[in-house]
């Protein structure tokens, strides 16, 4: 089946680095994406990666993919307040939809 | 200004109603989604639709209908069949662009039950 796991909470200090860890389970994904949720809203692209690759690198964002363990992480440098959200890993198997993972909830604390 | 609108903001419902949830996008996208999304249980795809006058079922279509008769619109109808139709409803279409599928969502529709 498709499932993306993630883990429901994580809470850094501001001005830390914070780590989301995302584990999907096709194989064939072309595209693996971060999207970000604010309370009461809709999703927002943050980044994404090609499965070709392993790092991408887009200001303080960076996403590793390590495609033999099937794990996408997202690191946020100098974590912020308003970086508090909640955050989704999708994968794109090439089959009608994204198939998106629980969510993490990023709680910054100042 | 280009992007998807959602209506109404807040809704609800009353025992045995149906109740239709608006989307409308001007971004020209061919395909649209709708995905409800539930505390703790991510986004879960409900219906989708590539071109306009079709549309397939998602995860968890049961007790939900939809249409698309114009490219930009894609309501949802919540049925009475739908027992816990509580939640967040989202709207996305999306863009292909060099193999990478882009989805722009809605500001979403919160759902209740009176």
């Known amino acids: 089946g498709e499932d993306v796991e993630q883990s429901l909470f994580l809470s850094v200090r501001e001005g830390d680095s914070s780590v989301i860890n995302c584990t999907y389970t096709?194989?064939?994904?072309?595209?693996l994406y971060w999207y970000k949720q604010e309370p009461g809203a809709g999703l927002q692209l943050l980044t994404y990666i090609f499965s070709n690759m392993d790092m991408k690198q887009d200001q303080r964002l960076t996403v590793l993919l390590n495609k033999k363990d099937k794990h996408l992480s997202l690191r946020i440098a100098d974590t912020q307040t308003g970086d508090s959200a909640i955050y989704f890993c999708a994968e794109d198997t090439g089959r009608r939809a994204l198939t998106f993972g629980s969510g993490t909830r990023l709680q910054v604390q100042p | 200004d280009g992007g998807i609108t959602q209506s109404p903001k807040y809704l609800f419902r009353k025992e045995g109603q149906n109740v239709t949830l608006s989307c409308e996008q001007n971004?020209?996208?061919?395909?649209m989604y709708w995905y409800r999304q539930d505390p703790g249980q991510g986004l879960r795809l409900i219906y989708y639709?590539?071109?306009?006058?079709?549309?397939q079922k998602g995860d968890i279509a049961e007790g939900y209908s939809v249409s698309r008769e114009k490219k930009e619109s894609f309501p949802l109808t919540v049925t009475s069949a739908q027992k816990n139709p509580t939640a967040f409803y989202l709207c996305a279409s999306s863009i292909v662009e060099a193999g990478n599928e882009k989805l722009f969502f809605g500001s979403g529709t919160q759902l209740s039950v009176l």
């Open positions: 096709d194989s064939s994904s072309t595209y």
């Open positions: 971004l020209n996208h061919d395909a």
């Open positions: 639709s590539q071109i306009v006058n079709d549309f």
